[in-house]
């Protein structure tokens, strides 16, 4: 038999996560091989993302590779794929979900984000959490630190800023346990959707056996679960990448709750609702969740974030 080809974007996190994936498949006996594909959202790397705009700008060349068999399965970071794929397309498993908060990360100890009387310059490029920083501990200031975690890290030692915040899960599988300096709360970091597991991504010309052999090898049921809230809770807020939108399903005997809501960019306005139901319904759940957002004033933040996102 062939091996499953792995598609991956070349960062070493990203194949990081894609020797996870063979590693997972390697366990139940069957064979891998990783190929590694050049993104847009690798060579443009001076720009904000929240800047190149097209969605999918780290997923189309993969998705290309799908599409003509040239790969089998695409491996990613959850949190990256838009919560609608290309007609085609579909999330066919996620992985056990790693520790989902953000972190504060320096090579510093003394690095305090609560106290005004103490400056800090925080490196980040996320739209959610400089907004989110602005709500809470507007003392903080940022600074827009791009490129993946290696790149970043030598920014900040450079002198770019005294400290990065990011994903726990990234910082966590490059090694970085050791500069972590603090682990953000998730009431009020709540992460963006999907962070902490690993998606693999099929098109419909998967054989389906094939299929199947890989879900059962790399799918984390109740992470499932969660996830499928969460991004059904993204489709309805249209949320990409760029805009601060947050959710975090958790799972407890057949149940999954929801939390999540939208901050506004200068960080004024912060909604978060709960909500809470069957796990077969979590789709359902999410939905209601970002409905309950939308109503409460939601609608507004979102359509004011697009404007001057749009500027
Ligand atoms: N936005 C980029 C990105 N996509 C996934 C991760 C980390 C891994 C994860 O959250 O699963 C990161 C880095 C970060 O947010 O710090």
């Known amino acids: 038999m062939q091996p499953i080809r792995i598609g991956t974007r070349g960062s070493k996190l990203a194949l990081f996560q894609a020797h996870h994936i063979a590693d997972l498949l390697q366990a139940q006996g069957l064979q891998t091989e990783i190929v590694t594909i050049t993104t847009k959202g690798d060579k443009i790397l001076d720009v904000a993302i929240s800047k190149i705009g097209s969605k999918g700008v780290f997923t189309e060349e993969l998705e290309e590779q799908l599409a003509s068999g040239e790969v089998d399965i695409a491996v990613h970071s959850a949190k990256d794929m838009p919560s609608s794929l290309p007609e085609g397309f579909e999330l066919i498993s996620f992985t056990k979900r790693e520790k989902v908060n953000d972190i504060i990360l320096s090579h510093r100890e003394d690095v305090f984000y609560k106290d005004p009387e103490k400056p800090l310059l925080l490196g980040t490029s996320s739209t959610r959490r400089v907004a989110t920083l602005k709500h809470y501990y507007p003392h903080v200031k940022t600074v827009e630190v791009r490129g993946n975690l290696q790149t970043r890290i030598q920014k900040m030692e450079s002198g770019a800023c005294d400290a990065l915040l990011l994903a726990y899960a990234g910082a966590h599988r490059m090694g970085y346990d050791d500069l972590i300096r603090h682990e953000l709360s998730l009431d009020e970091f709540t992460p963006a959707v999907g962070q902490g597991s690993i998606a693999v991504e099929a098109n419909d010309r998967l054989d389906p056996a094939l299929r199947k052999q890989i879900v059962a090898a790399t799918h984390h049921t109740e992470t499932g679960y969660r996830l499928r809230a969460e991004r059904s809770f993204l489709k309805i807020l ?69 404007q001057q996102l749009n500027k």
């Not at 939308?294 to 697009?306: F, H, N, T, V, W």
């Open 238 to 306: 249209e949320g990409g990448c760029s805009i601060p939108v947050f959710c975090l399903a958790t799972y407890k005997s057949g149940q999954v709750e929801v939390s999540g809501g939208v901050v506004s960019l200068d960080g004024k306005e912060r909604i978060q609702h709960h909500v809470s139901g069957p796990a077969d319904e979590a789709e359902m759940v999410g939905k209601q969740l970002a409905e309950k957002v939308i109503q409460s004033g939601g609608d507004r933040i979102l359509k004011a974030i697009k």
